[in-house]
């Protein structure tokens, strides 16, 4: 088997897990280089590569500047910058598996697909849910008509509410003009986990929501601008930023802290001082919604519901066909032992167990699955960059009908995005 030669542009959480696990898969994949401003996060790449000839560059400017190094690219930078470095990559005769969503806006969007299919180059992206032990038995389940026909789904999507505190309030991904609007950067994994299973094109789209508590109006009397300046409610909040340094170090400091192992608490509150991650969080400048729920119409008259909630745990799904219903996710899991419940209308109800390994993954095993999965797709046919556009669509027309308060139909919304583009 020849070795898959990979290089990674961003080496923050996402760049670091993808590097980990294809370190882990030697027979296939060799870590050529990394790019990254920081030299610590970089040099983590290089000390899981086992390759004394690895290089680092300080951006990914510097990276591109050079010959081709490797076979692909894994660009896992911020949303703001992933366009520039993708064409860049597809340009110097990379594949490229990007981390989504694809790019901060439609535009860009379909321009990186042109370009990938006029180079004829692979453009995967880090779709990971389709890769879960969970969503492809729901696939498999589906397909195998044992529900019949797909008339309708529900789908939930609790976001956690530290991790909306986390990434949403306070992180990085708080305000749409520096990332992408909520429904995008949190959710284009479940239009996309939609349509695949339906199978067939979404006409349109309808969507409601706000930020309705994550407001300064919420903020307890007396709280101050950061949780490490002697809030009186500190003991009874459950987003006091102090948690950092205690129960909530894990899994979530180390996604910020570069030093996360070896700080004390008093270090990590220190830094809380200044960071952005010790704001109280009903006093931060957030402006993406902490609840939307979308409508969705596709061919065949068949629909489909997602509610994206601050105020939930974990993905749910329900499918309800012809033939029967199928019922799965975090819900069903934590009350019943159970992954995915079917009832078909004729014959007995059947209960699955999904028993793969899934621990250290934060995406259910979808990273194990996706890096599992490149080496037949990068070598192979893969999935066509096409396939990955239309649930981008889906996700940004039900921003354009929550922002403008009417249904957007799909062929028309994608036709005046391919016209600016």
């Known amino acids: 088997m020849k070795q898959l030669t990979l290089s990674i542009i961003g080496c923050g959480n996402r760049g670091t897990i993808y590097a980990t696990l294809a ?11 990394a790019a990254d401003p920081s030299p610590a996060r970089a040099d983590r790449i290089r000390q899981l590569s086992n390759n004394s000839d690895f290089k680092v560059f300080p951006s990914a400017d510097d990276f591109l500047a050079e010959n081709q190094l490797s076979d692909m690219v894994i660009i896992s930078t911020q949303d703001q910058y992933h366009y520039d470095p993708c064409v860049k990559a597809l340009e110097k005769g990379y594949d490229v598996l990007l981390e989504k969503p694809i790019a901060p806006s439609l535009e860009e969007i379909v321009d990186l697909q042109r370009l990938a299919e006029r180079l004829g180059r692979k453009l995967q992206v880090c779709y990971v849910l389709r890769y879960t032990p969970f969503y492809r038995k729901v696939k498999e389940l589906v397909d195998s008509d044992i529900i ?9 999507e609790g976001v956690l509410p530290w991790h909306q505190a986390h990434s949403f309030v306070r992180g990085k991904w708080r305000r749409a003009d520096q990332s992408t609007p909520m429904i995008v950067a949190k959710c284009c994994h479940d239009t996309d986990i939609i349509q695949w299973l339906i199978g067939r094109k979404c006409r349109s789209v309808s969507s409601y929501g706000a930020l309705t508590y994550f407001v300064n109006t919420n903020a307890p009397k007396d709280a101050p601008e950061r949780c490490t300046d002697g809030c009186p409610h500190a003991d009874s909040c459950h987003y006091n930023a102090v948690r950092y340094a205690s129960d909530m170090r894990e899994p979530w400091l180390e996604l910020v802290y570069d030093n ?7 270090e990590i509150v220190e830094w809380l001082k200044t960071s952005d991650f010790g704001r109280c969080v009903f006093r931060c400048d957030n402006d993406v919604v902490d609840h939307q729920v979308v409508g969705m119409e596709f061919e065949g008259d068949a629909t489909a519901n997602l509610t994206m909630t601050a105020f939930e745990t974990g993905r749910s799904i329900e499918i309800f066909g012809t033939q029967g219903c199928l019922k799965g996710g975090f819900f069903l899991k934590k009350n019943t032992g159970k992954d995915i419940i079917v009832t078909p209308w004729d014959g007995p109800v059947r209960e699955y167990v999904v028993s793969e390994d899934t621990t250290g993954d934060h995406h259910m095993g979808g990273d194990k699955g996706i890096i599992g999965a490149l080496y037949d797709e990068m070598t192979g046919d893969g999935y066509p960059v096409s396939s990955y556009i239309q649930s981008h669509i889906m996700a940004y027309a039900a921003e354009e009908s929550r922002t403008g308060g009417r249904k957007i139909d799909l062929d028309e919304f994608a036709e005046a995005i391919a016209e600016r583009s």
């Open 23 to 33: 370190s882990q898969s030697p027979e296939r994949y060799k870590l050529i280089a």
């Open 148 to 156: 019949g026909d797909i008339i309708s789904i529900n789908a939930n």
């Open 260 to 266: 996360h192992d070896t700080a004390s608490a008093e």
